[in-house]
């Protein structure tokens, strides 16, 4: 694939650590492939525990020196790394779209969404503030302070290779902390090329590594069960999170989780329909519906729903289907056939249930893991896919009548991660986003991540923040100092 060889440029195909790219300690080595035509795209080294350790021993030898460094100086490297990403955005857009598969259009925005918590959290970096106060008694005085956690161990999907990092990486950089990222085996080639420009950007070797791996659990067990880790942060599926809790409750570990969710996009009868399908092309479509926060329930009133499905069908009819890096391409390939195979049993079951095929509806030929844009109407709630994510192009239509069956039926579901509402009544907006059990809801609007915003999830979706002023206080620790004056 000699249009490819730029990839050998770009990425450090080895282990991250002090630094440098290295051979795996083992020697061994895993492929990455492009699930658009499932070619092997390049060799990467396959870290193990010893590697893990390795890199943890590296984190805690600069820890220290790391959580010292002055906050502008961190914020400077942030930014420097910034830059240098967003300068490089088509080669990092190219090389994404090339190990998950989503539009170059799509990887651009990821570079340009991903590289903005960097920035972010530079400006961040800098405001990490404290309290200095009289006790209430009035004997002593009360200072409040905030320190770096620690060694931190991120762990990361495939579907965001870049942004689902940077929104670790930035806030643990920016607070102090050092960082071993264990990207997810199907993209590492994003993460490793990010840490190739975070060196360029000046930061200190062994602050950050990066371990790709075939075998997740035999680099990240050994560092959860290491008293010198102090945190894990990881987004994927709800599965692995309670997996990773219960490592992490042995050593007391502070946590973040960003887990699965089942997202319902509520269209009221009131709905602007140009407005609402915009938006559900947005909530459903964006990232080939690989997404945690994609619309996995899309409840239409029953007065508008044959209009809003036949409208939504023509639109994703209309979807041009191929590898993503070629031109004039709307939707790309899923990320492997295991996906591709959950996606066409949730169809499959909806179907023998009772949905209605508005389009698509099958897995397309290969080679790749491609899968029609597909509608279904009129899905009964006994479906599958009405309490699993689907995790693909597939738009899921439920019918309702009422406020109150709609918001009950939203709310029917272990998690809690993102809602979508469309009316034109303000006061009912704020009625149901108050009464949705979601940790976060867009009102009129399709798209609702952003690095300035709080992004995190309720019930079983996660624990904890990322992105906003928020993000930060994830990788700091609180110190109270009792004086006497
Ligand atoms: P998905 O189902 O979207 O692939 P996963 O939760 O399986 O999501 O994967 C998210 C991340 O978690 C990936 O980096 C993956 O390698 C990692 N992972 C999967 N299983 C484990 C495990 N048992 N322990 C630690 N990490 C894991």
Same mark, same amino acid.
């Given at each position: 694939?000699?249009?490819?060889? #730029?990839? +050998?440029?770009?990425?450090?195909?080895? &282990?991250? !650590?002090? =630094?440098?790219?290295?051979? /795996?300690?083992? %020697?061994?080595?895993?492929?990455?492939?492009?699930?658009?035509?499932?070619?092997?795209?390049?060799?990467?080294?396959?870290?193990?525990?010893?590697?893990?350790?390795?890199?943890?021993?590296?984190?805690?030898?600069?820890?220290?020196?790391?959580?010292?460094?002055?906050?502008?100086?961190?914020?400077?490297?942030?930014?420097?790394?910034?830059?240098?990403?967003?300068?490089?955005?088509?080669?990092?857009?190219?090389?994404?779209?090339?190990?998950?598969?989503?539009?170059?259009?799509?990887?651009?925005?990821?570079?340009?969404?991903?590289?903005? #918590?960097? +920035?972010?959290?530079?400006?961040?970096? &800098?405001? !990490?503030? =404290?309290?200095?106060?009289? /006790?209430?008694? %009035?004997?002593?005085?009360?200072?409040?302070?905030?320190?770096?956690?620690?060694?931190?161990?991120?762990?990361?999907?495939?579907?965001?290779?870049?942004?689902?990092?940077?929104?670790?990486?930035?806030?643990?950089?920016?607070?102090?902390?050092?960082?071993?990222?264990?990207?997810?085996?199907?993209?590492?080639?994003?993460?490793?090329?990010?840490?190739?420009?975070?060196?360029?950007?000046?930061?200190?070797?062994?602050?950050?590594?990066?371990?790709?791996?075939?075998?997740?659990?035999?680099?990240?067990?050994?560092?959860?069960?290491?008293?010198?880790? +102090?945190?894990?942060?990881?987004?994927?599926?709800?599965?692995? =999170?309670?997996?990773?809790?219960?490592?992490?409750?042995?050593?007391?570990?502070?946590?973040?989780?960003?887990?699965?969710?089942?997202?319902?996009?509520?269209?009221?009868?009131?709905?602007?329909?140009?407005?609402?399908?915009?938006?559900?092309?947005?909530?459903?479509?964006?990232?080939?519906?690989?997404?945690?926060?994609?619309?996995?329930?899309?409840?239409?009133?029953?007065?508008?729903?044959?209009?809003?499905?036949?409208?939504?069908?023509?639109?994703?009819?209309?979807?041009?289907?191929?590898?993503?890096?070629?031109?004039?391409?709307?939707?790309?390939?899923?990320?492997?056939?295991?996906?591709?195979?959950?996606?066409?049993?949730?169809?499959?079951?909806?179907?023998?249930?009772?949905?209605?095929?508005?389009?698509?509806?099958?897995?397309?030929?290969?080679?790749?893991?491609?899968?029609?844009?597909?509608?279904?109407?009129?899905?009964?709630?006994?479906?599958?896919?009405?309490?699993?994510?689907?995790?693909?192009?597939?738009?899921?239509?439920?019918?309702?009548?009422?406020?109150?069956?709609?918001?009950?039926?939203?709310?029917?579901?272990?998690?809690?991660?993102?809602?979508?509402?469309?009316?034109?009544?303000?006061?009912?907006?704020?009625?149901?986003?108050?009464?949705?059990?979601?940790?976060?809801?867009?009102?009129?609007?399709?798209?609702?991540?952003?690095?300035?915003?709080?992004?995190?999830?309720?019930?079983?979706?996660?624990?904890?923040?990322?992105?906003?002023?928020?993000?930060?206080?994830?990788?700091?620790?609180?110190?109270?100092?009792?004086?006497?004056?």
């Amino acid at each position: 694939m000699s249009e490819f060889d #730029f990839i +050998r440029a770009l990425v450090p195909t080895g &282990v991250w !650590i002090d =630094g440098a790219a290295v051979a /795996a300690q083992s %020697g061994g080595t895993f492929t990455v492939s492009d699930p658009a035509t499932g070619d092997v795209l390049t060799e990467v080294a396959d870290a193990g525990r010893e590697d893990a350790l390795r890199a943890l021993d590296s984190a805690c030898r600069v820890q220290s020196d790391w959580a010292a460094t002055a906050p502008r100086e961190r914020a400077a490297i942030l930014r420097r790394a910034w830059e240098i990403l967003l300068d490089r955005t088509e080669e990092i857009a190219l090389l994404m779209t090339l190990e998950m598969g989503k539009t170059i259009a799509e990887s651009r925005g990821e570079v340009a969404y991903g590289g903005e #918590f960097l +920035r972010w959290f530079s400006e961040e970096a &800098v405001r !990490i503030g =404290g309290r200095y106060t009289t /006790a209430p008694a %009035g004997t002593g005085r009360i200072l409040v302070t905030q320190h770096p956690v620690g060694p931190v161990l991120a762990i990361t999907p495939w579907n965001f290779p870049l942004a689902m990092g940077t929104r670790k990486i930035g806030p643990a950089l920016a607070a102090g902390c050092t960082v071993i990222v264990k990207p997810a085996e199907d993209t590492p080639l994003t993460m490793l090329a990010l840490a190739a420009i975070f060196a360029e950007a000046g930061l200190p070797e062994g602050v950050l590594s990066v371990l790709p791996g075939s075998d997740a659990a035999a680099i990240t067990a050994p560092l959860l069960a290491d008293p010198r880790l +102090r945190k894990v942060t990881f987004t994927g599926s709800t599965r692995v =999170g309670k997996l990773l809790l219960r490592q992490a409750a042995d050593n007391v570990l502070r946590t973040s989780m960003e887990l699965g969710g089942n997202a319902p996009f509520i269209v009221f009868e009131d709905a602007d329909l140009d407005q609402a399908l915009e938006g559900a092309m947005a909530a459903k479509m964006r990232n080939g519906g690989e997404a945690c926060t994609s619309a996995n329930r899309l409840y239409v009133h029953n007065s508008v729903r044959e209009e809003f499905a036949s409208r939504f069908a023509e639109r994703l009819a209309a979807l041009r289907v191929g590898p993503g890096y070629r031109p004039n391409v709307d939707l790309g390939p899923l990320i492997n056939e295991r996906q591709r195979t959950t996606v066409t049993e949730l169809v499959d079951d909806a179907v023998a249930a009772g949905a209605v095929v508005r389009t698509g509806g099958k897995p397309i030929e290969g080679p790749g893991y491609f899968f029609q844009p597909t509608v279904l109407d009129n899905v009964p709630r006994t479906a599958r896919m009405h309490r699993e994510e689907i995790f693909g192009p597939v738009a899921a239509i439920y019918g309702f009548d009422t406020e109150a069956d709609v918001v009950a039926a939203a709310n029917d579901t272990e998690f809690g991660l993102a809602a979508y509402l469309f009316t034109k009544d303000l006061d009912r907006a704020l009625r149901v986003s108050d009464a949705l059990e979601s940790g976060m809801v867009g009102i009129n609007r399709g798209v609702i991540s952003d690095p300035a915003a709080p992004f995190g999830g309720v019930k079983q979706s996660g624990l904890g923040s990322e992105g906003g002023s928020e993000g930060i206080h994830e990788y700091l620790d609180t110190k109270y100092v009792a004086l006497t004056r």
